[in-house]
């Protein structure tokens, strides 16, 4: 009798951990759903407004500067000036992950360039040497409801650039 009460018990342990197990998947799937999926937009930078001396679609001539892997499409050479400004639309008002997809050829050592946010200057932000390939760099932003401007201006430049996506921090 002891032993069957206990069985009981365990069985009734096991259901109940695998209704909260359940309710957890059921809880993800959602959570993947309402923000459209795993994958975030992308917000090409040579669809924004380019000023300043910004090449698109350059590639680095491979033997004065090293070589970089081809972009994903169209890419922005930042030179001696220039700024690029992108609007990201966002659901919420929040703090964000702003992952700023750019490449230096391999002979380039770490930049800087300037990062704006709306009505807020980032100020100087570090792109470390990338050996060629294309990289994010995060940098994190408090987000408003809505159209949102992103604008990375010269300071370092001789940067290449493609695009960026924005992703809320839970
Ligand atoms: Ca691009």
Redesign the pocket.
């Known amino acids: 009798m002891r032993v069957s009460t206990k069985i009981t018990g365990v069985f009734a342990i096991i259901f109940f951990l695998s209704i909260i197990a359940t309710g957890c998947v059921t809880a993800q799937k959602n959570e993947q759903g309402s923000d459209g999926g795993d994958t975030p937009a992308?917000i090409?930078?040579?669809q924004g407004i380019i000023e300043g001396n910004i090449l698109v679609n350059s590639q680095p001539d491979n033997e004065a500067d090293g070589t970089i892997e081809p972009?994903?499409?169209?890419?922005?050479y930042m030179t001696d000036s220039g700024t690029i400004t992108v609007t990201a639309n966002v659901p919420a008002a929040g703090d964000y992950v702003v992952k700023i997809y750019y490449a230096l050829p391999t002979s380039y050592g770490d930049k800087e360039n300037n990062v704006m946010v709306n009505d807020t200057d980032l100020g100087p932000q570090k792109f470390p040497a990338t050996g060629g390939k294309w990289t994010a760099k995060w940098i994190q932003a408090t987000l408003q409801e809505g159209d949102n401007t992103i604008s990375i201006s010269h300071n370092w430049g001789y940067t290449w650039?493609?695009?960026l996506t924005v992703e809320a921090l839970f």
Request: hydrophobic residues 30%; glycine residues 8%; aromatic residues 24%.
């Open positions: 992308r090409e930078f040579e972009a994903s499409g169209d890419s922005l650039f493609d695009y």
